[in-house]
């Protein structure tokens, strides 16, 4: 009886390392599962519920909230638009949001992080200069032009900007329905300290603009 207790406290304990060596967005139980909407939330659960089967169409899973170029005329001279689940049904317990980055000349997406997803990019349009951090404080980073690719690990900081003469589109995927943004400007300045804003803005370009040869794997504490 003991040694019957014993290993199933030791299965309980494997099956709940293994949870959460494993954990991320939890997989679906059915083939598809549109975000369900009501004019008033009464359960609270984490993600969305399902709408009701007999109403699902190829609609759900179509969207064009990606169409149009966002609004670049702003300080940064960008524009992000992440679009989850929330806005887009057909992504509900599938553990994906997509989004759209249009970065004009001398664009720049501030360093960011998103907690819960990893996030692999598409250059769609011009050149850009991407790269991220990682814990050990190493600089990844490289000039992407269209057809490239770029994949930034989950929770690591990291930014975009324009690095050619002409407007950039990034299409981006992240691996989380709910990826959550940490923004660290944000975190850190008021929008109208415009004068922090710009002392970051100028400090991102200079290193990013490095000749990328040597830049690339570079230690932060080297540039």
Do not use: W
């Not at 169409?57 to 169409?67: E, H, Q, R, V």
């Not at 887009?88 to 720049?108: E, F, H, K, Q």
């Amino acid at each position: 009886m003991f040694k019957l207790l014993m290993f199933c406290h030791i299965a309980f304990i494997l099956c709940l390392c293994a949870k959460l060596c494993f954990a991320g967005d939890s997989d679906n139980l059915q083939d598809i599962c549109p975000t369900g909407t009501s004019p008033k939330q009464t359960i609270f659960i984490n993600g969305f519920p399902c709408k009701n089967p007999t109403n699902i169409t190829a609609s759900d899973f179509k969207s064009s909230l990606l169409n149009h170029k966002g609004d670049t005329d702003n300080f940064l001279q960008s524009s992000t638009n992440i679009v989850t689940a929330s806005e887009y049904p057909g992504l509900n317990t599938l553990g994906l949001s997509v989004a759209r980055i249009d970065l004009d000349i001398d664009g720049l997406v501030m360093p960011h992080s998103h907690p819960r997803a990893s996030e692999i990019f598409f250059v769609s349009k011009g050149i850009v200069v991407a790269g991220f951090i990682d814990t050990n404080n190493q600089l990844f980073q490289g000039i992407l032009r269209e057809g490239d690719v770029f994949v930034i690990p989950r929770g690591l900081l990291h930014y975009y900007l324009n690095g050619g003469f002409e407007p950039a589109t990034i299409i981006a995927v992240l691996n989380s329905q709910s990826p959550g943004v940490v923004s660290i400007a944000d975190a850190m300045f008021t929008p109208n300290d415009l004068e922090a804003m710009e002392r970051i803005k100028r400090s991102v370009i200079s290193k990013s603009l490095l000749d990328l040869d040597h830049a690339e794997n570079a230690n932060l504490s080297q540039i």
